[in-house]
């Protein structure tokens, strides 16, 4: 084998990982947060997960991208550890018809039909269909496609490549008796095992042990181990990403492992009970690309035939082997840079995380406004431990998504970022105010202070106001409502009035006599802090109504044209929602602490 023919096999090899990972990594664009609901909707019954497991792995052809991804999903809690069993089962079965697609090029015949569906046929039609579709694509699915199609093509490539470089092989003695050498089961399966580990694709290794059969000269043997191997090999990708994940998620990487590690026993030990009576009479025949496929195929059909039925003994043996221990706190397990990978997956993702983010700033003023009337040290601490992990939250959150910012993401997904990273910084100013509201409640309480019974139900109506903002805010980012949206604007103006009426009241009482001059302090930093919420919660659902025009096309849709239109009256739903709220928060302050 001359040195042009190392040089061509390694182009080959590097064609067809190209290709593999250019496919799959379309396809998972492609799929995108389609996939991820499908596995947190279909993966409770185990069977279903399986079904489920073996479609998603054959869409994107890599069992190690589809663990990966379950691996993250179980970090950030959104599926449970005895979920993932059927899942990862089905990948293994999903990720063999690749093998099945380039066993065409062993079809029998020369009519055109069949010449047509070989690899030699196919690749020009998918890199022409492909070019055109990726070069002349207006919308970013359909140039996915293209580069679905490109990646088929650049794989075929590339194994005809291999083909070519190793045809040189067919009468060199060393090369056969170095497959002889992997007839040893054991062996055979460490080779298979470490190429894969290396490469991080059985996918990618079964089609290049596919290309060197077209030598005639590996036997069967030494095939079938080495597939085994493969198998076991293609785990490491999925325990390299478990690395400083939560127990549960080194469970499901490990839950791999185990299935693959006992179908590669089960099988060797087969081998070795059936190769002595010579009942496998095929055994030391060449291998070719069909014998390779239909193995692979068959192996993994009968391990997860078998394994599906006791999924919940690989569970007890993940927690057997990986222990009870503290885990990473929550917020930092949800967003994964396992997920970066799949931008869409990532974006949803990171919205969760804000919500959690946002419910723990609601939780926060709904603490600081009771403190108020009920003050107590460790509603306290409470509030300044969760402020903490507010600003941590943000930092992760920002740095995460500016490392999502720099992946090829979409018009929409682009927006749906900007919004994320505006809404964490409103969030986290939403929970200092908060901590600000804690601190003059503790300072009136060390010094023994307290409001005339006017401010108190003054304050009563206007914590009555942030409450609902801060609740309406919440369901506008949550469920992105039209309903919720058009009632903060108009909220947060009577925020605005009720704050401005409180002031007046209170210089009047100052003036009277009426109010302590410390404790009127504190109310006026107090009305400044509960009218800064109010702003913030507006911010937060003016930047969803940015990126999502609700009602509107999002791409033509301005948020500051639209809150002058408000504020000038041009709306009247605006108008509608400004005056019931007006009449019914001045009407409560009107009261005097009867209902309106």
């Known amino acids: 084998m001359s040195f042009f023919n190392v040089l061509s096999l390694t182009g080959g090899i590097v064609l067809f990982l190209y290709g593999i990972t250019s496919m799959s990594g379309a396809l998972v664009k492609i799929a995108g947060s389609n996939m991820e609901k499908a596995l947190e909707r279909l993966a409770g019954n185990k069977y279903k997960g399986f079904l489920l497991g073996v479609v998603v792995t054959a869409i994107i052809q890599s069992s190690s991208a589809t663990t990966v ?33 380039l066993r065409l090029g062993d079809i029998p015949g020369d009519n055109m039909l069949l010449q047509v569906l070989k690899p030699s046929g196919l690749t020009p039609i998918f890199l022409v269909i492909g070019f055109i579709l990726y070069l002349t694509g207006k919308r970013k699915k359909r140039r996915e496609v293209g580069q679905v199609m490109i990646g088929f093509g650049v794989l075929f490539t590339g194994m005809m490549t291999m083909e070519a470089a190793v045809s040189p092989l067919r009468d060199v003695e060393w090369f056969r008796n170095m497959f002889i050498m992997f007839s040893n089961p054991f062996l055979g399966l460490l080779v298979g095992m470490v190429v894969t580990a290396i490469i991080q694709s059985s996918t990618a290794s079964v089609g290049i042990l596919q ?11 030494s095939a079938a181990p080495i597939i085994l191997g493969q198998n076991i090999g293609t785990c490491f990708t999925a325990l390299l990403s478990s690395v400083g994940a939560s127990k549960n998620a080194k469970r499901t990487a490990y839950i791999h492992l185990f299935f693959n590690i006992l179908g590669a026993a089960l099988f060797m030990a087969l081998i070795l009970i059936l190769r002595p009576g010579n009942f496998l009479s095929f055994w030391d025949a060449p291998a070719d690309r069909s014998m390779i496929a239909n193995f692979h195929a068959v192996y993994n059909i009968a391990c997860t035939t078998l394994a599906l039925p006791f999924a919940e003994l690989l569970v007890k043996l993940a927690e057997r082997v990986v222990r009870k221990g503290s885990d990473e706190s929550e917020e930092a397990l949800i967003i994964d840079d396992r997920f970066l990978k799949t931008p869409a997956i990532a974006l949803d993702q990171a919205r969760l995380a804000v919500t959690r983010m946002a419910e723990n700033a609601r939780e926060n003023v709904a603490d600081a406004i009771m403190l108020m009337s009920d003050y107590d040290d460790k509603t306290m601490q409470r509030i300044v431990e969760a402020e903490d992990r507010l600003d941590r939250m943000e930092v992760r959150l920002g740095n995460y998504l500016v490392q999502l910012a720099d992946r090829n993401l979409s018009k929409q997904e682009s927006s749906s970022l900007t919004e994320l990273l505006h809404s964490i910084n409103n969030i986290e100013r939403i929970g200092d105010h908060a ?21 108190q139900h003054e304050l009563s109506v206007l914590f009555s106001a942030i409450n609902d903002i801060m609740d309406i805010t919440l369901e506008v980012f949550t469920n992105r409502a039209a309903d919720s949206i058009i009632r903060v604007e108009p909220l947060e103006q009577v925020v605005d009035l009720l704050t401005k009426t409180l002031k007046q009241n209170h210089i009047e009482r100052l003036k009277a006599g009426e109010c302590n001059i410390d404790a009127g302090t504190i109310l006026l930093e107090k009305l400044v802090n509960l009218e800064r919420i109010a702003d913030h919660c507006s911010n937060i659902a003016a930047n969803v109504n940015q990126t999502y025009g609700i009602g509107k096309d999002y791409t033509d849709f301005d948020s500051h044209q639209h809150m002058r239109s408000l504020h000038r009256g041009e709306n009247p739903e605006f108008t509608k929602r400004y005056k019931e709220f007006e009449d019914y928060y001045v009407g409560k302050l009107k009261n005097n602490g009867t209902d309106s």
């Open 69 to 101: 991804m379950v691996v993250g999903f179980v970090n950030a809690g959104v599926m449970k550890l005895t979920q993932t069993v059927g899942i990862i089962l089905g990948a293994n079965l999903g990720t063999t018809v690749t093998a099945q697609i």
């Open 211 to 221: 290309a060197l059969s077209s030598t005639g000269q590996i036997p069967f043997a």
């Open 435 to 455: 901590l600000n509201l804690a601190e003059s409640a503790a300072a009136m309480a060390s010094n023994d202070l307290s409001f005339s019974p006017a401010a």
